[in-house]
């Protein structure tokens, strides 16, 4: 019979920060959706989560991997491309630098390029190689409304948002022809950690609100379905895309 289009029944996952908020939802909706899971993240993040994942009967293995170090990312990726065939990556985890411009230090900015850009592309760079030998592969970025916008105080966000877009771009006209789908998801205003400082603003709080079509904020969970479409077969003609989940933000 063949598989469901949405199925990820025999497929091995790799999430990035699956711990908590959107990368926890996407995880847990992947293990429901048939795939074995390998989280990557910082030691002890996943502790909360992993009863939950294995709930589902599938594999779960958990790699400590702090993002900060690009050197290390590419490591970590490298043993695991030697180790496993990877079907799906998800490079969710990512850190967010909120201030005034003229008062970052270079220590915060290239703190937040190193995680959300640098260690992203060097992880990218070791799992994709044998998903290029199996021609065979699903690569799934998390990018932002600030891969299009420039955002309020968060410049070092919005730079490394607006450059995982490009990136997604670049790698899907690259790795297209050898049966590899990169694409991205741009969340829109979500209620995890991330947010948290907006969500304590009722200023903020009530004028993003307003500007949402939809009336309301977004749950982590709101992110699974586009996550599973473009991790499974249902998306294999759709590269290079940068999908919105956002209430309708952009729309406006
Ligand atoms: N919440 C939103 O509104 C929103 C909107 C657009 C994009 N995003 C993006 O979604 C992704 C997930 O964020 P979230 O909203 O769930 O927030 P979150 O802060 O709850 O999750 C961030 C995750 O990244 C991990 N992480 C951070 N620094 C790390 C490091 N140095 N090494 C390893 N892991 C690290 C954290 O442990 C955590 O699991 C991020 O890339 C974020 O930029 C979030």
Redesign the pocket.
Known sequence: MTAPLFSLEGRTAVV????????RSIALGFAGAGADLILL??PG?HRDMTDEAKSYGHSVTVVD????EPAHAKAVGAQLAGDVDVDILVN?????DRGDSTAVTPDAWNHVLQ??LSSLFFLTQQLAGPMITRRHGKIIN????LSFQGGLRVASYAAT?HAVAGLTRALANEWASHGIQVNAI?????A????RPLREDPDRVRAITERIPAGRWGE?DDVVGAAIFLASRASDYVNGHVLVVDGGWTAR
């Open positions: 990035t920060g699956g711990g908590r908020g959107i990368g993240g910082r993040s991997l702090d993002l900060s969710n985890a990512g850190t967010i995680v959300n998390i990018a932002s409304l948002k741009a969340p829109g205003y979500i995890t950690d991330n947010t982590a």
